[in-house]
């Protein structure tokens, strides 16, 4: 039994490397930390990231397997950081660890923000493409507005959590934000790699037909959004102790675009690629706070715009192409594979072309003619049909 | 007669002004192969988008193996037991083989495991997904697709695609199968070999088949009963030879 599970797709390398990844990344700061090496504005931003995660990590799987435009999230994770938190500071009063205070809130804060979830997805994935997102939009709006207003969450003047934030003389909260990070991703990555993942992707590819198997549609898009909106909650929670005040101000539609920015700069369905533009993103903001001060701080969206547009080209346009095939782990990998083989051996399964000293230029002649005939063939063909 | 697994009676759409399909009687006995031919834009696949619930009719009802499915949603009616192929190839085109084929196994009783087994990987997530992935192959099998199952499904040749559209179709486990055109874009070889597989699944599941088909041989080769329609309205119905000879048939298919 246990050897068949090793077997598993589970326990492939290619499956479990962000776990591993970021495993080491928590004991190298666990081990910084504790020799006195890890400052503590870097500690902030290892919290800040580690949400970041949480978030892209879910909100990658509403727009990303499921393929339905969300711009609520931010309002979601208002919801866990006022209620969570609320909470929090009442439990505070009779429970003297932070820690369980914390992780109950985490259960609650997510778990009211599952519930919005619910409410909200009941009516509004009926709709499709920009009409959910603007569904979601409202949201996102109407809960912050609501957060401002009622009384016993400070108004205006935002909810103080100072009597649980985490201060120095507890454990780091990074290392909490990062066991749920690691949480967060086995759950995740469980629910897209089972029959209900592959039922969610269904519906994502191909609506009509995944009806046509009996798949229901409704359930799964309502059980993913749910299940997004709890890890926005805990996320949410997790802002609630790490700052003061829980501002309303910072829930807005910009924060929803930029966790959007997170997923489609990591690639819509692709998990690590999420944890990575997390990361990125937050690091990037992050000092850009840091080097701009006073009238300079202006400047720091105009250079996040800037390094956001140069990614996105270096992904997309075919011009870098050829760099990217150069730097690709992959390619790195082959390379250094490569020195050890035999001539003969490469000779074998892939002539390389560019080396055979003749007169013509056989790698011209390969891609101008026969590819302009094979596209002219498809052509053809397309038209035909 | 109990033998009858789909009866529709009186079956008919409107769309605003335009009767794309009206008055159709079929009678479908348990392991028949039928067939639904007809000129472009008879109303063939519109026939299957009412029996699998796409569209609502507006007149008349259909009934599986005697229960009325009119109003049922799309699900509901591929769980009561009709699965459909699509006439444009509907696969879910980033997927491998084998899962397409497994999303088709996501219903089946014997497969069940909520989503918090999967998401917290109790063993009936293990249990449950190594069954289907062993389901799949038996199915893949069948369709000689066997070897080709980590492949994409959107790196098939356009014949394997079809045949793969068929598997996954079969993978719900239906009572009736609907068959949208599935020898469009094969070529005769390929079609020889479908008509074999149409027929060793008919018998090896206990199936009955409706299917629309234009390539002639095909429907005589394989139906014992066809329904031509054109315009929406039932211009036959009978044994293949007799309604294929019918001279209205042939008035329709290649006018006068």
Same mark, same amino acid.
Do not use: I
């Given at each position: 039994m246990v050897k068949k599970l090793l077997k598993s797709d589970d326990f492939k390398l290619k499956n479990c490397i962000n776990y591993l990844a970021v495993t080491v990344a928590l004991v190298v700061c666990i081990f910084m930390k504790s020799q006195g090496k890890l400052p503590n504005s870097y500690a902030n931003l290892l919290v800040q990231i580690g949400y970041s995660i949480i978030l892209a990590v879910s909100l990658n799987l509403v727009v990303g397997f499921l393929g339905e435009l969300s711009l609520g999230h931010a309002g979601f994770m208002c919801v866990g950081a006022y209620m969570g938190t609320f909470i929090s500071i009442q439990l505070s009063e009779v429970i003297d660890s932070k820690i369980v205070c914390l992780l109950i809130s985490m259960l609650c804060g997510g778990l009211m923000a599952a519930f919005f979830g619910f409410l909200v997805g009941l009516p509004a994935l009926r709709l499709k493409g920009d009409y959910l997102a603007i569904v979601t939009l409202a949201f996102g709006e109407i809960v912050r507005n609501i957060f401002k207003n009622l009384p016993w969450f400070g108004k205006a003047m935002g909810l103080t959590t100072s009597a649980v934030r985490f201060t120095k003389k507890d454990i780091p909260l990074f290392i909490i934000v990062f066991i749920m990070v690691l949480v967060t991703l086995f759950l995740v990555q469980n629910l897209v790699r089972s029959k209900h993942g592959r039922a969610i992707t269904a519906i994502r590819d191909n609506e009509i037909a995944a009806k046509a198997m009996g798949i229901n549609v409704t359930f799964y898009k309502l059980f993913v959004f749910v299940f997004a909106a709890f890890f926005a909650g805990v996320a949410g929670v997790f802002y609630g102790h790490y700052t003061t005040p829980v501002m309303y101000t910072f829930f807005s539609y910009n924060y929803s675009i930029e966790i959007l920015v997170m997923v489609v700069l990591g690639g819509m369905g692709s998990i690590n690629g999420s944890i990575i533009a997390a990361t990125l993103i937050t690091v990037i903001n992050f000092k850009l706070q840091d080097a701009?001060?006073?009238?300079?701080?202006?400047?720091k969206y105009l250079i996040y715009a800037l390094i956001l547009i140069g990614i996105v080209l270096f992904n997309?346009?075919?011009?870098f192409r050829p760099y990217k095939e150069r730097f690709a782990p992959k390619a790195l990998i082959k390379k250094l594979t490569e020195k050890n083989r035999k001539p003969s051996d490469i000779m074998s399964d892939e002539a390389d072309w560019n080396k055979i000293p003749t007169k013509i230029k056989m790698d011209e002649v390969l891609t101008v003619d026969v590819q302009d005939k094979l596209s002219a063939a498809q052509k053809a063909a397309k038209e035909e049909e | 007669m109990s033998d009858v697994v789909l009866r529709t009676e009186d079956l008919g759409i409107t769309f605003g002004g335009l009767k794309a399909v009206q008055s159709v009687n079929l009678e479908i006995r348990k392991k028949q192969l039928y067939g639904l031919v007809g000129p472009n834009g008879a109303g063939k696949t519109t026939v299957f988008n009412l029996l699998t619930g796409v569209y609502q009719p507006t007149t008349g009802t259909f009934y599986l193996d005697g229960e009325e499915l009119k109003g049922k949603t799309q699900e509901a009616i591929n769980h009561k037991g009709i699965a459909r192929t699509f006439q444009n190839i509907r696969l879910y085109n980033n997927m491998s083989v084998i899962r397409n084929v497994m999303v088709g196994l996501h219903n089946q009783p014997e497969f069940r495991c909520n989503p918090f087994t999967s998401i917290l990987r109790l063993p009936g997530h293990y249990k449950a997904e190594e069954a289907m992935r062993a389901r799949a192959k038996e199915i893949l099998r069948i369709f000689g697709l066997e070897e080709e199952r980590n492949n994409l499904a959107c790196n098939l040749p356009y014949g394997k695609q079809r045949k793969l559209e068929i598997a996954r179709a079969l993978a719900t486990n239906p009572k009736l199968l609907l068959l949208d055109?599935? /020898? /469009?874009?094969?070529?005769p070889h390929e079609t020889e070999d479908l008509m074999h597989i149409v027929r060793r699944i008919r018998d090896e599941f206990d199936l009955t088949i409706l299917l629309i088909e234009h390539d002639m041989k095909f429907v005589s080769g394989l139906c014992d009963e066809i329904t031509v329609l054109n315009f929406g309205t039932v211009l036959t119905q009978g044994e293949t030879s007799e309604a294929l000879n019918n001279p209205e048939v042939i008035k329709a298919y290649l006018g006068e």
């Open positions: 701009l001060s006073g009238d300079l701080a202006a400047l997309n346009a075919p011009k | 055109e599935p /020898a /469009a874009g094969m070529n």
